[in-house]
């Protein structure tokens, strides 16, 4: 059980164009996901966290207007970069928790992000 | 500010042997702590978790904690070169506060 998928595993993109990505629970109902983002050999940073239904709340020096969260169902959540660059090249993992009195936290297998 | 404090490593240790992994926090309110293990370019895996001061067993692995000092620790039996990854420790208060992450300790184990 707590499986959480992520989609793409990896994608190349250009500069100034945008991408998604799809975090979904396979079998069980995620009431919060977190989108972290990871560069390499460096611990992991919390970029938001997003309850079904809500607004995303962001951390304090994470862009909201280029990192869009969506989490519309209780299975899926999207994070779309956009108009990425560079510097925007990393490691995106999210994970799910099933909510109050569970706060244990299942990662997805991330996405591995390279803007050219 | 919420802090998980862990040493970076590398933990050493041969095949066969015990590794203690150690980790501190500074907030007296957090509820729950986690384990996870991360191997290098993958996303970390959660491990075991504890809540209630004391050892938690599962396998090869025991999780303590100790509310008193604020430290948690994470003991693998019978290490094998296959445990070789970071371990993360992460606190959490109660409902949907997020986990605060310690920066990992790396470690090796030596066939």
């Known amino acids: 059980g707590a499986v959480v998928s992520q989609h793409p595993s990896r994608v190349i993109c250009k500069s100034g164009t945008s991408v998604k990505i799809e975090c979904r629970s396979l079998?069980?109902?995620?009431?919060?996901m977190f989108w972290y983002r990871q560069f390499p050999k460096q611990s992991l940073m919390l970029m938001a966290t997003s309850n079904e239904g809500s607004k995303a709340t962001y951390e304090q020096g994470v862009e909201k207007d280029k990192f869009l969260i969506n989490h519309a169902s209780l299975t899926l959540s999207t994070l779309t970069v956009t108009s990425a660059h560079p510097e925007d090249s990393s490691f995106y993992i999210c994970s799910a928790s099933s909510g109050w009195g569970a706060y244990e936290q299942y990662f997805g297998p991330g996405t591995r992000l390279t803007v050219t | 500010q919420k802090e998980v404090e862990q040493n970076s490593g590398p933990l050493s240790v041969p095949e066969g042997a015990i590794a203690s992994l150690n980790c501190t926090y500074s907030?007296?309110?957090?509820?729950?702590f986690f384990w996870y293990r991360q191997y290098s370019g993958k996303s970390p895996e959660l491990i075991m978790f504890i809540y209630s001061n004391g050892d938690k067993e599962d396998g090869r692995f025991t999780a303590q904690l100790n509310k008193a000092s604020q430290y948690v620790s994470l003991l693998i039996r019978d290490s094998q070169p296959s445990d070789s990854a970071t371990y993360l420790c992460a606190g959490g208060g109660t409902g949907f506060q997020k986990l605060v992450f310690g920066t990992g300790t790396r470690l090796l184990v030596s066939p």
């Open positions: 907030d007296r309110g957090s509820q729950s």
């Open positions: 079998d069980f109902q995620a009431t919060t």
